[in-house]
Nanobody
């Protein structure tokens, strides 16, 4: 069973940066497509960034140029570098590992952007 644990969230001022981490246990990270999602209060969960097992990366328009998804397969860890943060980025951020057969979620980490 794959387990995911996110960390790195917190309170940051507008324009600041945070780096989220998601450590996977129970399977090799390289087998999976990895993604970060977020859910703001009263809104539906939305995908932020995704990296396939083959290394293809894509971002939603609202984070392009500001966020960077990456992975370290040796550490079984997925990262989300978030720069130039805006108040509208406030949400619970969750990582997801998926194949066409399985999907696993972490518990999420809160990111609050406020002055």
């Amino acid at each position: 069973q794959v387990q995911l644990v996110e960390s790195g969230g917190g309170l940051v001022q507008p324009g600041g940066s945070l780096r989220l981490s998601c450590v996977a246990s129970g399977s090799a990270l390289g087998l999976y497509t990895t993604a970060w999602y977020r859910q703001a209060p009263g809104k539906q969960r939305e995908m932020v960034a995704v990296e396939t097992s083959g290394g293809s990366i894509s971002y939603k328009d609202f984070v392009k140029g500001r966020f960077i998804i990456s992975r370290d397969n040796a550490k079984n860890t997925v990262y989300l570098q978030m720069n130039s943060l805006k108040p509208e980025d406030t949400a619970v951020y969750c990582c997801n590992l998926a194949t066409k057969y399985d999907s696993y979620w972490g518990q999420g980490t809160q990111v609050t952007v406020s002055s």
